[in-house]
């Protein structure tokens, strides 16, 4: 076996403890810092938005990408690694699925499943819906639309008391309906209220944008593990992809993605450390996005 063949499993096995610790340590102060610059751009350009100054709509693209990559946050959150405290990883994962439409209790148990079983068709949950491989399938994927839809139809299923998936145990499956009641009680109460004090600004500060924002998520997740391996060993069934500092501030270092795999106790704020450690064992990286896609586009079947 050479070095970048080596499993995800002995490459962890043959850290120090004192290494793991050190990988492991949470931060409330890390996780504060990055979630103030994420809401806080959320708060300063919707505010620009309202105030409507003759650049307004091109400030909507960026909106958007803010809000939708609050997805990564929401990502962070359910780990429990944003922040040392779990009632805040929990509130502050509450706050972001409601903007992004994304029950996070339910996302838990769907993510923790992706994690066990990564890239195993059979039980991966996140390959239920196949990765695009004709390039309308592409451009659909790419749109957005169809998540969405998914994630409209996931509330719905939730709150109507249907089996909410099998990745969900049962003795969750009545906080899984609950939360999506909850949600969908809140989305009826926000629209009353914009209806009823006329207040169209919530269309263009939040929901517009995160349709618009949506394809640059998509065109970020499909990276992560499109076209890797059907196999076990998280160095080869997930990518890490090398980018520049504002995408990776954006979604809080996941594009270091094998290594978040390999060991998903580790918080955003040490993944660069633990990219350090284990960049030799990668076997599936990638520079850049955009190099992605072009290989990508280019497999797709005519």
Same mark, same amino acid.
């Given at each position: 076996?050479?070095?970048?063949d080596q499993d995800?499993?002995?490459?962890v096995a043959?850290l120090s403890?004192?290494?793991?610790?050190?990988?492991?340590?949470?931060?409330? $102060?890390?996780?504060?810092?990055?979630?103030?610059?994420?809401?806080?751009?959320?708060?300063?350009i919707?505010?620009l938005?309202a105030a409507?100054?003759i @650049?307004?709509?091109?400030l909507m693209p =960026?909106?958007?990408?803010?809000?939708v @990559?609050?997805f990564t946050?929401l990502h !962070?959150?359910?780990?429990?690694t944003a922040f040392e405290?779990?009632w805040l990883?929990?509130?502050?994962?509450?706050v972001?699925?409601?903007?992004?439409? *994304?029950?996070?209790?339910?996302f838990?148990? @769907?993510h923790f499943?992706h994690h066990?079983?990564?890239?195993d068709?059979?039980?991966?949950p #996140?390959l239920?819906q196949?990765?695009p491989?004709?390039?309308l399938?592409?451009a659909? &994927?790419?749109?957005g639309?169809p998540v969405w839809?998914?994630?409209l139809?996931?509330?719905?299923?939730?709150?109507?008391? *249907?089996?909410?998936?099998?990745f969900?145990?049962?003795?969750?499956q009545a906080?899984i309906?609950? !939360?999506?009641?909850? %949600?969908l009680?809140?989305?009826? *109460?926000? =629209?009353? %209220?914009?209806?009823?004090f006329q207040y169209?600004?919530?269309?263009y500060v939040w929901v517009l944008?995160?349709i618009i924002g949506?394809?640059?998520?998509r $065109?970020?997740?499909?990276?992560?593990h499109g076209?890797c391996a059907?196999v076990?060993n998280?160095?080869a069934?997930?990518r890490?992809?090398?980018t520049?500092?504002?995408?990776?501030?954006?979604?809080?270092n996941m594009?270091f &993605?094998? !290594? &978040?795999h390999?060991?998903?106790?580790v918080?955003?704020?040490?993944?660069?450390q633990l990219?350090?450690?284990?960049?030799?064992? *990668?076997q #599936?990286? !990638?520079?850049?996005y955009?190099? @992605? &896609?072009?290989?990508?586009?280019r497999s797709?079947?005519t």
């Amino acid at each position: 076996m050479t070095v970048q063949d080596q499993d995800h499993r002995q490459f962890v096995a043959g850290l120090s403890r004192r290494q793991k610790q050190a990988l492991t340590r949470r931060s409330n $102060f890390k996780g504060f810092g990055q979630l103030a610059a994420h809401w806080g751009a959320i708060l300063v350009i919707g505010g620009l938005i309202a105030a409507k100054p003759i @650049f307004w709509p091109i400030l909507m693209p =960026l909106q958007g990408v803010l809000i939708v @990559f609050l997805f990564t946050t929401l990502h !962070e959150s359910i780990h429990r690694t944003a922040f040392e405290s779990q009632w805040l990883n929990d509130a502050v994962a509450r706050v972001c699925g409601f903007l992004i439409l *994304l029950p996070p209790d339910w996302f838990r148990y @769907f993510h923790f499943a992706h994690h066990r079983h990564t890239q195993d068709p059979q039980n991966d949950p #996140e390959l239920i819906q196949p990765k695009p491989e004709t390039p309308l399938q592409y451009a659909i &994927h790419i749109s957005g639309l169809p998540v969405w839809y998914s994630h409209l139809k996931t509330l719905v299923r939730n709150a109507s008391g *249907l089996k909410p998936g099998a990745f969900v145990p049962s003795s969750a499956q009545a906080r899984i309906r609950r !939360e999506a009641r909850m %949600m969908l009680c809140l989305y009826g *109460l926000v =629209l009353l %209220m914009a209806i009823w004090f006329q207040y169209p600004d919530l269309l263009y500060v939040w929901v517009l944008p995160a349709i618009i924002g949506q394809p640059f998520l998509r $065109f970020y997740l499909l990276a992560e593990h499109g076209r890797c391996a059907l196999v076990s060993n998280m160095f080869a069934n997930s990518r890490t992809t090398y980018t520049n500092a504002i995408v990776r501030r954006l979604a809080w270092n996941m594009p270091f &993605h094998a !290594e &978040h795999h390999a060991f998903p106790a580790v918080p955003f704020h040490q993944l660069p450390q633990l990219h350090a450690l284990s960049k030799q064992h *990668l076997q #599936e990286t !990638e520079q850049g996005y955009g190099r @992605f &896609h072009g290989k990508y586009v280019r497999s797709l079947k005519t």
